[in-house]
């Protein structure tokens, strides 16, 4: 499948799992999980052509490993990002002592007065290096990195949490733990 195809379809696959099952009129369960063969019908259904083959192509090709089917593959989710309400199971875990976050040039001031929120994601999204964050912030505008000192969160009680694909995840980063590149 061309890379272009792939994104293609995992834009899609993004916008039923993470933020607009109705459009395809599919629900997901409450920890996120829907039928693979009702999405390959629905999706079809909507001009989106996917057999089981294409799905199962793009899952394991996905570049950030952005889904996960369940044991016997019959049902699909997406492993983070979403807006609405799942409970994805995550533990906390220790991160590393330093962790990134890329942000545009237009958000900076707003950021350094209230820190980083999750606005409408269920996390605030944080990389382990600053090429990975760079390329986060660019989606927004001028990139800009921050550090965020992950060590003194967790000594100070904040939890962190890694999803399945590697992103870490925390509820929120208040201004003193953060420092412009
Ligand atoms: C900013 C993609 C003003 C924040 C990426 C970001 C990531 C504030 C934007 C994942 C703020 C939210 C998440 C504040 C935070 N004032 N702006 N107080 N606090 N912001 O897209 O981190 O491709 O929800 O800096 O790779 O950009 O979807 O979050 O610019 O891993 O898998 O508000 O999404 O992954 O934007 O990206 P987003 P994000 P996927």
């Known amino acids: 499948l061309p890379e272009k195809e792939i994104t293609r379809i995992s834009k899609f696959l993004s916008l039923v799992l993470r933020h607009q099952p109705e459009k395809i009129n599919i629900t997901l369960d409450e920890n996120g999980w829907t039928s ?3 999405l390959l019908q629905q999706a079809n259904k909507n001009n989106i052509k996917l057999s ?3 799905l199962d192509y793009v899952v394991a090709n996905n570049n950030k490993k952005r ?3 369940n044991a016997d593959k019959t049902k699909i989710r997406a492993n983070q990002g979403h807006s609405i ?3 994805l199971g995550y533990i906390p875990q220790v991160p590393p002592a330093v ?3 890329g942000t545009s040039e237009g958000a900076l001031n707003s950021v350094l007065a209230t820190g980083l929120q999750k606005q409408n994601r269920h996390h605030v999204h944080l990389s382990t290096d600053v090429v990975t964050a760079r390329n986060v912030g660019q989606r927004h505008g001028k990139p800009v990195v921050l550090r965020i000192d992950a060590q003194a969160m967790t000594q100070n009680g904040y939890l962190f949490y890694l999803s399945e694909n590697q992103v ?3 509820d929120q980063v208040p ?3 953060l420092h412009v590149l």
């Open 67 to 69: 889904f996960t089917f």
């Open 85 to 87: 309400e799942v409970e």
């Open 36 to 38: 693979v063969a009702t």
């Open 52 to 54: 089981p083959a294409i």
């Open 99 to 101: 962790l990134y976050h």
């Open 175 to 177: 201004t003193e733990y």
């Open 168 to 170: 870490w995840l925390t």
